[in-house]
């Protein structure tokens, strides 16, 4: 018995050492379960043109890039119905899906709305504190929201129009009055300006019903049109082209798909970056990497002067070297 006991003790001896070793040797592997883990995104666009494509893409080749197979996609576009942006966004959540990218403001001021649990990222968002209605707003949304803004630096904006049209006289600006963020930019770009000197008009129209009426007026006042980043009239560029160029009246755009349907000249982000600067953000918080209440708005970091050589030969504009031609 004694030497029954003898080796007992010894195994449990040689087996707690062996335990020790252990614990300087490479760790084992992690269990599985996380690798093996899928997602489903839910993506609300808040309307179909160049620029919000642009961004959702870059959102999802970031994620396809990162995941493969582990992660799919529930889009829909809420075609500039605002109230759709709503219905898509309480499905999303009915769905449980894993995290929601917002694209445009409407989109994140529905998804916003519809849940507190869920992680939502925006995007094409211009400014969040004005989105989301935060007093103060510091940086940082907090809860369930963060994401990334389109805004372009308006003052330099401001100072490309007296760059380009120094003669001018009076500036339009031309906005969709149900989007908060294009009434922030142009009360922003109009402040900018008339301390340069020039008499600014606001122009706000409801919709692209009304949009072709309040434009013709703006023209008929405006010696040069300033319209900023805004979904409506992005889809609708073609209507401003058509009485614009005719007029001989130039407008100055708040980004590059807007540019490339009735600009002359812009200061615009690249929209696809945007959207895979916000796709990394997304994969960081499915894996666990950051926890959104404490991710701030990210920002894009390079902007790019251009212009649209058609628009700028049919009325006579020459821009300094440092633009470059909308492609």
Known sequence: MKNLRKILALAVCLGIAGSLAACGATPAPAPSGDADKTYTVGIIQAVQHEALDAATQGFRDVLTEKLGDKVTFDEQNAQGDIPTNATI??????????????????????AAAATGEIPVLGTSVTEYGVALNITDFSGTVGGNVSGTSDLAPLDQQAAMIQEIFPDAKNVGLLYCSAEPNSLYQVDTVKALLEDMGYTCTMYPFADSNDLAAIATTAVGASDVIYVP?????ASNTGIIDNICRPAGVPVMAGEKGICAGCG????????????????????????GEADISTMPIEYAPNFTKMYNAEICEALGITVPDDYTAIS
């Open 89 to 110: 966004a309480n499905g999303l959540v009915s769905a449980n899906v894993d995290l929601i990218l917002a694209n445009a403001t409407p989109s994140l001021q529905a």
């Open 229 to 233: 980043t805004d979904n409506t009239v």
């Open 264 to 287: 002359v000249v812009t200061l615009s982000i690249d929209y696809y970056d945007l959207g895979r600067a916000t796709g990394e953000m997304a994969y960081k918080i499915l894996t």
